[in-house]
């Protein structure tokens, strides 16, 4: 063996150069901040082409840049998201104090599978666990939870536990033909269809709820099927509720779901169904869920304390879930991946545990020191405790309710412009949250109108397909018009989730993410609007 090699290739992959690595570092952070100076998406174009036909490794054993040179057109053509321009949807810039938790993470590259490989990580992951179940069930008596890959897993996890309750043993034995449904509403989100297709109860079991126009689930039919399924032969082992739909920002209510549960399963002396919430979105509003209006220390408007005031009271809610999904990928401006299922008991885990031989050894062993007991990854990162820790305690109570209650109130202003506009609808009037969704017509329209015959159920089929085909292209004009130095991109989705009489509603959509974004950007979105003929 080339023992010189082989030496040169430990020393320069092996051993820690600070200066080396720093180096490299900063001519990372120098291109990004040239990028920051550019409009938003403007680095470089895609080459699919040969992507996959020119697979290259070097043969000769090479240094740092070589690793830095492999990557660095990708990094270069990637959006980092910072740009105030980007309204697109949930996706905002990583906050750094994230970046400083995630760094530390990367050096140490904890395992959190079981104690023994992350030590203290560990122990970070509950701290991180327990601070975020205090902040949602606000102080809870015993909960726990876990980082997981996304907001899918985490609902997954949610719906998981719902099917072991109803259906014991299925971890070993399988669902043996048993028929299991779930129930979402019909503005939640995808990832529940591919939950309920990978646990194995088929999406077809998954049973959408239409909502109000306030995009929250309908308690009265939630109740109707509820018994409509168990008169069928089915368990329902789970209801996975939404707090903040993707598009509108729909919050469905928590305590009368729980309500509905409980006296479903009184009433036919059945399981009570696992009430899951998913508030991968919305969780972010629960910095706002004890702010003292009276004292109003941070100065918020009167406008924004009667916001605040909706705020808690749905927050409240929060308290009578089962288990909650949070992305702080999200709304938490942190790094992927940073998700947690929280459960407000914690021993509602031992329905994760493996094999029913587990469940004794469960309960005596310290599942807090051997996650790997119930996840269902091996091996996981602590890329979120670490960004989630240094983010919640870097930027602070106060820091999080200033973030939360800006992205309303700019939605709010925006909202106020709109709705003023004979030929605009606002949508989501009634929900509080950072996201704006609304029609923009051809002058002349009568926006309101049109929209009180979609809901009265008094318009043709033909005639409202006319209309949404003109919502589409008068979105289709701004973009073609778009300046891409100074006009929001927004994007446009075909159904906002609430579809009274079956019709499906699109809409234009901007989500107000980047702290950065102000009220001259809200100005130009409503020009461009003005402008369009
Ligand atoms: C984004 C989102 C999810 C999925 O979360 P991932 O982290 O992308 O897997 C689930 N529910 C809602 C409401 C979401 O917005």
């Not at 938003?40 to 040969?50: A, F, I, L, V």
């Not at 697109?88 to 023994?116: F, I, Q």
């Not at 009167?302 to 990928?329: K, P, W, Y």
């Amino acid at each position: 063996m080339n023992k010189e090699l082989y030496n040169q290739v430990v020393n320069s992959f092996f051993h820690c150069d600070p200066e080396a690595i720093t180096r490299i570092f900063n001519e990372f952070l120098t291109a990004m901040q040239a990028q920051e100076t550019m409009p938003p998406s403007s680095g470089m174009e895609q080459n699919y082409e040969t992507a996959q036909a020119n697979p290259e490794i070097h043969a000769i054993p090479g240094n740092l840049k070589d690793a830095r040179d492999a990557i660095f057109p990708y990094f270069w053509g990637t959006d980092g998201w910072s740009s105030p321009l980007h309204l697109e949807n949930v996706k905002g810039p990583a906050n750094y104090a994230s970046l400083v938790g995630a760094l530390a993470c990367l050096l140490k590259n904890p395992n959190l599978c079981t104690d023994t490989y992350s030590q203290r990580s560990n122990e970070l992951e509950i701290k991180a666990i327990t601070s975020l179940a205090n902040l949602l069930f606000y102080h809870t008596d015993d909960p726990s939870g876990v980082f997981t890959m996304g907001g899918t897993t985490s609902n997954l996890y949610g719906a998981k536990i719902g099917i072991e309750r109803v259906a014991p043993g299925t971890m070993r034995t399988g669902l043996q033909g048993k028929k299991i449904a779930g129930i979402v509403s019909t503005a939640s989100h995808y990832s529940n269809q591919s939950v309920a297709g990978w646990l194995g109860i088929g999406a077809d079991n998954l049973f959408a709820i239409p909502t109000d126009e306030a995009m929250s689930m309908r308690i009265d039919l939630l109740e109707e099927q509820l018994e409509k399924l168990h008169a069928e032969g089915y368990s329902v082992a789970f209801v996975t509720a939404t707090f903040g739909t993707t598009d509108a920002f729909g919050v469905d209510d928590v305590s009368g779901i729980r309500r509905a549960l409980d006296e479903f399963a009184q009433r036919n002396d059945v399981t009570v169904p696992q009430l899951h919430v998913d508030a991968a979105v919305g969780w972010v509003m629960s910095f706002l869920a004890d702010y003292d209006s009276n004292s109003n220390s941070l100065d918020f408007s009167n406008q924004m304390l009667e916001t605040i005031q909706r705020i808690q009271v749905r927050c409240r809610g929060l308290r009578e879930a089962d288990s909650i999904s949070m992305d702080f990928h999200k709304m938490g401006w942190g790094h992927y991946p940073g998700s947690a299922l929280l459960v407000n008991r914690r021993k509602d885990l031992k329905y994760l545990a493996r094999t029913v031989e587990d469940t004794p050894y469960f309960s005596e062993a310290d599942e807090r020191r051997d996650p790997a007991l119930f996840t269902l990854e091996c091996s996981r990162p602590a890329l979120g405790p670490f960004s989630v820790m240094a983010s919640l305690n870097g930027i602070g109570l106060n820091g999080w309710r200033l973030l939360a209650a800006r992205s309303v109130d700019l939605a709010n202003q925006l909202k106020e412009r709109l709705e003023k506009l004979p030929y605009c609808k606002v949508l989501n009037l009634q929900t509080d949250g950072p996201h704006v969704v609304w029609w923009v017509l051809p002058k002349g329209r009568d926006a309101k109108q049109i929209y009180r015959e979609v809901q009265a159920g008094t318009m043709k089929a033909e005639e409202y397909s006319h209309y949404t085909s003109e919502i589409q292209r008068q979105f289709d004009k701004r973009s073609k018009s778009m300046s891409p130095k100074s006009d929001a991109r927004l994007s446009f989705t075909t159904s906002i989730g609430y579809a009274p009489k079956d019709m499906k509603i699109p809409a234009w959509k901007a989500v107000f993410f980047n702290p950065k974004t102000d009220e001259t950007i809200i100005d130009r979105i409503i020009e461009s609007i003005e402008d369009l003929v």
